[in-house]
């Protein structure tokens, strides 16, 4: 009649047979409204059907169920019980009656649903466990940062909800609390939902039972992910400013002094102030680690004491000294004041970059600006697409066209209309391709008329190697061009009024040889006469066919002809000058000497092949110092039995000059000759050229040598 807890015995199908006072006072139904209801009469409506058949199917299996059950009162006012049911059994087994002892914990469950509150108000997530590791409790945070439910966790160890190398983490540390009690904090890694894993911080605390003993624990994560990425950063920056400032410390110094200019710290940079290491200039004044110019000096003093003030300080300083070592810098600083939480200037933080180079190749840029302004020669300079950016005054006097006038438009204002359009193409394709193009080149003034020039463009690249600018060095050769073409009239005139006398000459020796009165020596005189005659009609004829070489009108006819024999006469013909400067005439055949019956068959008209050897021998004679040794080498190349390419190599010593290499086959180039005319081995290399032979030079320094090189077809339809 006293008991806490109502009493409930039901028949086999549920119907009321007996409830005690507490159930009365409890659910305001009374005795007499209870007997012969079912107890449904409670039914709050809060628990699925699942939860009823759950509760009957171990009932009348002859087993005890325990559970909370939230029923409604006779008032509608809802309330929890903690509730035991177990069925009565007759001696054959037949169950007889219900017994349905349940207390009131509405008390308790209004307690613990303000601690799910409050729990689950707590924005971090908040974990419970057992002495035996296993989960008992979850906020709300926890399910979200974690993606799991409450029901999923309740019973689980961390080995059942974590990954193995995390969960073992936790299993350790969770012992380790169990055994020395109290609180504990540590980090680690923790797998959140959608698989990321985070940087965590647990804080955990033991709780104890009745009796005084650990009974379980209780913890919180909080989520610092972000702060270690910050860290993290934070120290890459650091370091990766460190080695920076290691991999710059040829180029730059980052420092920092007091307002008072002492010097807090300083990078490997101060090298490039003379000393070995920063500590050698820690503590010291910034003015006394250099001899500062003086009015750099008072410059930088008075930009320091304005930020030292908290002033807006124009930046950067160009400074220069004496270092350490005693050699000169230039540096470019930019000082800048850090500010406390007030706005109140620190210290001084800044870079010093070196800017000594940078400074010396301005001043040789200067320089350099002011030889081109001084030059006799145009220089043009263009963009990638030929826009001018630059002239040299010698281009305004060249063209007429005013410096202003030319910024900006192409060179192509200067074209001529005489040459064609391949000859533009041509140049466009050399210097695109980062070649270097040469010629002359027709122009024309501002005033329509036009001049002669000799031109280099040369493509200059970027950092990237991609052609940035293109630099056009051009000399005005107006009055060369006029004097070879003056030139080439009196040779022209001359080489045609000559043979008309000339063979009156040769003619008159053939009828003075058939006088019989002439005496031996007199007959001698008349042959050298009329041999000499037939030498200078040669020669004339000879020039008369270079002419039409060089216009592109001659007709080559190829013979057989014995290279080595023309040599070897070359050779007795040039006996005198040979030994008057005591040089050895050698004749290698294919790499031994040549002996008196070899000979080396070669296609040739032999009226070119003579001069062309003879000019290469007169080169070698008049190149080659006293007491030297001219080689020359006939080689001969088979690619089949039908085919090949013969080689003839005149070697002396003596290298050419610098000067003259890139020009050597050009004419009226010539150097260091007294007699030289330029016009050797041009001449050489037109009958190479008319014969269809390739003619090389090569010469090296190193071994003082010069090696010109014939390469000859070995028949006449094989290319060279």
């Known amino acids: 009649a006293h008991s806490s807890a109502s009493i409930v015995i039901t028949d086999p199908q549920g119907c009321i047979e007996y409830v005690n006072p507490y159930f009365t006072k409890l659910t305001g139904y009374t005795l007499d409204e209870a007997l012969g209801q079912n107890p449904r009469i409670l039914k709050s409506g809060d628990h699925d059907p699942a939860f009823y058949r759950d509760m009957w199917s171990t009932i009348l299996a002859k087993e005890t169920w325990r559970g909370e059950i939230r029923n409604r009162r006779k008032d509608g006012a809802l309330y929890w019980e903690d509730a035991t049911i177990s069925p009565l059994v007759d001696p054959d087994g037949k169950i007889t009656n219900f017994v349905a002892v349940k207390e009131d914990i509405t008390a308790r469950k209004e307690q613990e649903a303000f601690l799910r509150t409050l729990l689950d108000a707590i ?37 059942d909800m974590h990954p193995r190398n995390f969960a073992q983490v ?38 104890s039972n009745a009796q005084g003993e650990v009974a379980g624990l209780i913890g919180t994560v909080l989520d610092i992910t972000e702060r270690k990425a910050m860290e993290d950063a934070l120290m890459e920056s650091t370091e ?42 820690l503590g010291k004044h910034w003015r006394d680690i250099a001899q500062w110019s003086e009015v750099c000096a008072a410059k930088a003093e008075n930009v320091l004491a304005g930020l030292g003030e908290g002033k807006d300080e124009p930046v950067p300083l160009d400074m220069a000294c004496l270092d350490n070592a005693g050699n000169h810098r230039e540096l470019l600083l930019y000082p800048f004041a850090v500010k406390d939480a007030s706005g109140a200037p620190v210290r001084i933080e800044g870079v010093a970059i070196d800017v000594t180079e940078q400074k010396d ?73 980062g070649e270097t193009w040469q010629g002359e080149i027709i122009n024309k003034r501002k005033d329509e008329s036009t001049f002669w020039e000799w031109a280099t463009i040369s493509p200059v690249r970027d950092e990237t190697g991609a052609i940035a600018h293109f630099v056009a060095v051009k000399e005005d050769i107006t009055a060369r061009k006029e ?77 057989q002809v014995d290279a080595l024999a023309v040599l070897r ?25 040549a002996a008196p019956e070899d000979s080396f068959w070669v296609w040739a008209e032999e009226r070119l092949l003579y001069p062309l050897l003879g000019n290469v021998m007169t080169n070698a004679i008049e190149a080659s110092p006293p007491g030297g040794r001219i080689t020359v080498s006939f080689e001969e190349q088979v690619r089949s039995p039908d085919s090949g390419v013969q080689n003839i190599t005149v070697a002396n010593q003596g290298a050419v000059p610098q000067v003259i290499r890139k020009h050597f086959f050009q ?47 070995k028949d006449l339809k094989t290319p060279v």
Request: charge should be negative; charged fraction near 30%; include cysteine.
């Open 170 to 207: 936790y299993y350790a540390k969770d012992e380790e609390l169990f055994q020395r009690g109290g609180m504990q904090q540590y980090e680690s890694k923790a797998r959140a939902a959608k698989g990321r894993v985070c940087h965590m911080i647990f804080n955990k605390a033991v709780f």
């Open 483 to 559: 004097l070879e073409r003056l030139k080439e009239d009196v040779d022209r005139i001359m080489r045609h009024d000559l043979k008309t006398p000339l063979n009156a000459v040769i003619g008159l020796p053939t009828l003075l040889v058939e006088d019989e009165n002439l005496t031996k020596d007199q007959l001698e005189m008349v042959r050298i006469i009329e041999d000499s005659g037939r030498k200078m009609l040669g020669m004339i004829d000879l020039s008369l066919d270079m002419f039409h070489m060089e216009t592109g009108n001659y007709i080559y006819r190829p013979a």
């Open 240 to 281: 990766r400013f460190t080695n920076l400032a290691d991999k710059l410390k040829d180029r730059m110094i980052f420092y920092s002094h007091g307002l008072d200019g002492k010097l807090l710290d300083i990078s490997g940079g101060v090298r490039l102030l003379g000393y070995d290491f920063p500590e050698q200039v």
């Open 361 to 433: 190749r301005e001043r040789e840029m200067r320089l350099l600006t002011r030889a081109m302004d001084n030059a006799t020669v145009s220089v043009v300079i263009t963009d990638a697409h030929a826009a001018i950016t630059y002239v040299n005054p010698q281009f305004t006097r060249s063209t007429g066209y005013t410096r202003e006038e030319a910024l900006g438009n192409n060179p192509n204002v200067l074209r001529s209309g005489m040459h064609e359009d391949e000859f533009y193409a041509d140049m466009w394709r050399t210097i695109s391709q």
């Open 667 to 713: 004419k009226y180039k010539t150097h260091g000759k007294s007699e030289g005319t330029g016009l050797g081995t041009y001449s050489a290399k037109l009958l190479a050229d008319a014969m269809n032979y390739v003619m090389s030079m090569e010469t090296s320094d190193n071994e003082d040598m010069t090696w010109i090189s014939l390469c000859l077809p």
């Open 569 to 593: 006469q070359l050779g007795e013909e040039n006996r005198a000058r040979l030994q008057g400067k005591d040089l050895g005439l050698r004749l290698r055949f294919q790499d031994r000497e």
């Open 123 to 159: 924005p971090i997530p908040v974990f419970s466990k057992d002495r035996l590791g296993r989960y008992l409790d979850v906020n709300r945070a926890f399910e979200d940062f974690f993606g799991v439910t409450r029901g999923e966790m309740a019973g689980k160890t961390v080995f």
